[in-house]
């Protein structure tokens, strides 16, 4: 069942719409400073006057431009489809009538969304490096640490970047989950998750709201600029894991029980 909901994922023409606007952040990125003149201004994302020079910092720059609205977009078109996808096409029962139980078919829909958070991920960062290569070319990377890896080390971190950033997804994608059980209209589901992210990240700039930080699937993801230092600095990476994986237990509980008990009609 797993094969075929990841084929059923790969083949949709929608699917590759979304790898495409995703791949498009840093093609749109490396062309805007590669025609732009003048030295740096120091101005826009972090890392940008970096591009320039380094064409392996275009794939930073996708990522963080990209981690605040992008990715969740994406995330919220799959996640929200999950379930109420189902539903509204009347195929839900038709799957619940497979030798599966509704447990085993929530788990078999997290994990096609945990795969598109990898896939949807790597397509960024792997975009951002080609098109930092094709435009800037690459040389070993200077972190924010003042050191300097090869080149090897450096396509390495930027990996282990891109793992940081599909951890951060995993949250959202639970969340996602338990609201598609909640409905049989997809689209509401998929903006209810798109705002929900919206919101998280507006309380966490909030100093008002400090207590509530430490709690926000959000609070960590743009940490992963601690993974360009030298030694790495892994407190974000071990939190962020912490705190996703709470979220994937608590709103994975909650989707079971939902779904568990759900009449299905559609």
């Not at 400073?33 to 320039?52: C, E, I, N």
């Not at 829909?109 to 790597?122: N, P, S, T």
Request: proline residues 5%; hydrophobic residues 60%.
């Amino acid at each position: 069942m797993l094969a075929s909901e990841l084929h059923l994922l790969f083949r949709r023409r929608r699917t590759w719409a979304l790898f495409a606007a995703l791949a498009a952040v840093p093609v749109l990125i490396g062309l805007a400073v590669r025609v732009s003149t003048g030295p740096p201004r120091g101005r826009g994302p972090a890392f940008l006057d970096q591009v320039a020079g380094n064409g392996l910092f275009l794939a930073v720059v996708g990522l963080l431009v990209s981690v605040p609205l992008f990715l969740p977009l994406t995330v919220a078109v799959v996640a929200g489809d999950s379930i109420a996808g189902e539903a509204s096409q009347g195929t839900l029962r038709y799957l619940l009538t497979a030798p599966v139980s509704r447990a085993g078919l929530l788990l078999v829909k997290y994990a096609v969304i945990v795969v598109f958070c990898a896939a949807a991920v790597l397509v960024l960062a792997g975009a951002g490096v080609l098109v930092g290569l094709v435009l800037f070319g690459v040389q070993p990377a200077v972190l924010l640490s003042g050191d300097t890896l090869g080149l090897g080390a450096s396509y390495a971190r930027i990996a282990l970047i891109a793992a940081y950033v599909a951890v951060s997804l995993l949250g959202l994608g639970a969340i996602g989950l338990f609201l598609s059980t909640l409905s049989d209209v997809p689209v509401g589901v998929m903006a209810a998750i798109a705002v929900l992210a919206v919101a998280a990240q507006i309380a966490g700039s909030l100093p008002q709201l400090d207590w509530l930080h430490p709690w926000l699937f959000t609070e960590h993801w743009t940490g992963f600029v601690d993974l360009l230092r030298q030694p790495v600095l892994w407190d974000s990476f071990v939190d962020n894991a912490v705190l996703q994986a709470g979220y994937v237990l608590v709103f994975g509980a909650l989707a079971y029980g939902r779904f568990a008990t759900k009449d299905v009609l559609s």
